[in-house]
């Protein structure tokens, strides 16, 4: 199991570093040519020093070493930009995938998802991958290159000293090895915590006055102060196995300096070797702690990009919404009204909840308007989440204009409803930005018409911006009936066949409430209406009512109908609906 995730990460991060494979290559082949440079100098210094003992003239190799320092790091420079240039494009394509995959999820699975958690996973933790997808596989390639190319010259002047050093080398190195998958672990959990800090603060901005009003500060700054803590000490612990792996590699070349010290003092006492091929070693291996370094940093670098897409990862197995079932896929939406038919509709919000719906059965004409009435949590919302698929039924079938709602395209299906949900949510940005989000290509004066017909005018006249006011996040800076008068606006504004309103009339007044029952009475002579309904006013209106009873249909009919065939229908009216038209609803069970 922990090979296939392994393998799964291997291959989400290559699907990540790969658009940048040439600009890596470049980028990594300067950075080694630059470090090649300087592998060359203790070689321009032995000469130098052979010359220095032989009387010789220096001058053309003090001018090989200043060009060899000046070209090394000049290409070396080109090479360190170039890498971060891809760096900042490895991170840009983890975002760009991340960002569909999260707008591709299923409505129920961000829901469980919490959205701060997402959206560190989206900000932080892609920021991890600026390192990995190429200062750690390009350190990886070019330290280790750089380092046998040295270890090869080595080689080449003392096999000795190299056995001696290499002997050190391979023991810390082992050192080192065992600290990586700590960083990896210790960055995985300070990424969790970092992600659950956010969840936290997200549900504090996202019900700020509510907080306020509870008095709930403390106990909200204690809970994030316990999380940030918590990322604090797992970043810690991450940063000493750091630490320890870096210092492994100071400490790997120190121990070699002194053994190489050592063995060859002896060896240029008994004229095994010369003092000159010494002081070349030593300066070796001085230049070999910056590669080795460089691997070792790579190494951990690794660790840390890998546990941050392990974190990605987990998002791209959530699951996304289906394709159509049958592979049919209805782009033609056109105007006019759907027939919508409930078949036997059974339904559960998970394995282990209870049924909300039972086996629901209606058929609705199209053109007209239904009202859907019932007790609070007979699933009135949850048949128009179905009919949006946001989820799909257990069992039983929903078709559409005769077809199987799974065989729709999603886009086709959901660019035929319009959807005013029970909070009527609004999206930061401008009121015109909300009222067109459905159709953003809609005219002038098709904004002005839907405006005008949900009674928005006279807002849109005292608002400073007029229809380019911004109306803040969630639209919190409009009236709870003008963010639903915005919302049904919106819905109207997309033109669509069938027309879901939940509750759109909980917050109106009298004035605005009768205006909205006109309109939704006139839109239903041409497209199908569905509404929630908690008022007499409404359900007086309608077609046809649903009466819906414990996930079940009790009754369909109309209100004079039903009030006669219907005791509980009768009572329920006389009470329930008349409380609501009173403005005082109570969610009294049936
Ligand atoms: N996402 C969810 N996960 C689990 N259970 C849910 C979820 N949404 C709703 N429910 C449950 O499903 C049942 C039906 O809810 P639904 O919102 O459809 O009722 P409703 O008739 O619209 O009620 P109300 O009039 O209060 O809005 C309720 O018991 C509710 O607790």
Redesign the pocket.
């Known amino acids: 199991m922990r090979t296939s995730i392994d393998r799964t990460t291997w291959r989400m991060l290559a699907g990540y570093v790969k658009p940048q494979w040439r600009t890596i290559l470049f980028g990594g082949t300067l950075v080694l040519l630059g470090g090649l440079a300087a592998a060359v100098q203790p070689l321009a210094a032995k000469a130098l020093v052979d010359r220095l003992g032989t009387g010789g003239v220096i001058t053309g190799v003090l001018v090989l070493l200043v060009g060899l320092a000046l070209a090394g790091a000049a290409i070396a420079t080109v090479g360190d930009y170039l890498l971060e240039r891809a760096a900042e494009s490895v991170v840009l394509v983890a975002r760009k995938r991340l960002a569909r995959r999260i707008l591709s999820l299923r409505a129920?699975a961000v829901?469980r998802a919490e959205p701060g958690d997402l959206l560190s996973r989206f900000t932080s933790d892609s920021t991890l991958l600026r390192e990995v997808g190429t200062h750690a596989l390009v350190g990886l390639v070019t330290g280790g290159v750089t380092t046998m190319v040295m270890v090869v010259m080595m080689g080449a002047m003392d096999l000795v000293l190299l056995g001696g050093t290499v002997v050190v080398l391979l023991l810390i190195g082992l050192l080192a090895a065992a600290g990586m998958p700590m960083i990896e672990r210790a960055t995985r959990a300070a990424q969790s915590a970092v992600g659950e800090t956010g969840a936290q603060m997200e549900r504090v901005l996202g019900a700020f006055r509510t907080v306020k009003a509870a008095g709930a500060e403390a106990r909200e700054i204690a809970a994030i102060e316990d999380g940030a803590k918590r990322a604090w000490r797992a970043g810690v612990r991450s940063a000493r196995w750091e630490s320890l792996v870096h210092g492994s590699g100071a400490l790997a070349i120190q121990a070699s300096f002194l053994a190489v010290l050592g063995i060859g003092g002896a060896r240029v006492a008994t004229g095994a070797i010369q003092l000159s091929t010494l002081v070349a070693f030593l300066l070796y291996l001085f230049y070999l702690e910056e590669p080795i370094g460089r691997l070792l940093e790579a190494g951990s670098k690794l660790q840390i990009g890998l546990a941050a897409v392990r974190r990605l990862g987990e998002v791209e197995q959530m699951p996304t919404e289906p394709a159509p079932a049958n592979g049919v896929a209805p782009t033609a939406v056109g105007r006019g009204a759907t027939r919508l038919v409930f078949e036997d509709v059974r339904f559960r919000?998970?394995p282990d909840?209870p049924e909300?719906l039972r086996g629901v059965s209606f058929d609705i004409p199209a053109r007209g308007m239904t009202a859907f009435v019932?007790?609070?949590?007979?699933?009135?919302?949850?048949?128009f989440?179905l009919i949006e698929r946001f989820h799909d039924p257990s069992s039983g079938r929903i078709l559409m204009d005769g077809r199987d709602l799974a065989d729709w395209d999603l886009a086709g299906l959901r660019g035929s409803i319009g959807y005013v949900e029970?909070d009527s949510p609004l999206l930061s940005g401008t009121l015109r930005d909300n009222l067109v989000y459905a159709r953003p290509q809609a005219t002038g004066h098709e904004i002005r018409d839907a405006v005008a017909r949900t009674r928005l005018d006279m807002l849109v006249d005292r608002l400073p911006d007029g229809l380019d006011t911004v109306v803040g996040h969630r639209g919190s800076l409009l009236s709870g009936g003008e963010r639903q008068r915005v919302a049904l606006a919106r819905a109207l504004i997309r033109g669509p066949r069938l027309l879901l309103l939940?509750?759109i009339t909980s917050q109106l007044d009298a004035v605005n409430e009768m205006a909205i029952r006109d309109v939704v009475t006139t839109v239903a002579k041409t497209m199908t209406v569905l509404v929630?309904a908690?008022r007499l006013s409404t359900v007086l209106e309608a077609d046809r009512i649903v009466v819906?009873d414990n996930?079940t249909v009790r009754a369909i009919g109309t209100h004079d109908d039903l009030v006669v065939s219907d005791p509980l229908y009768a009572e329920f009216a006389a009470t329930q609906l008349l409380i609501e038209e009173s403005g005082a609803r109570q969610?009294t069970p049936w």
């Not at 019932?374 to 048949?383: E, V």
């Open positions: 129920p829901q919000y998970g909840l909300v019932g007790p609070s949590g007979a699933g009135k919302s949850t048949l989440a029970q939940d509750e929630v908690h819906l996930g969610d």
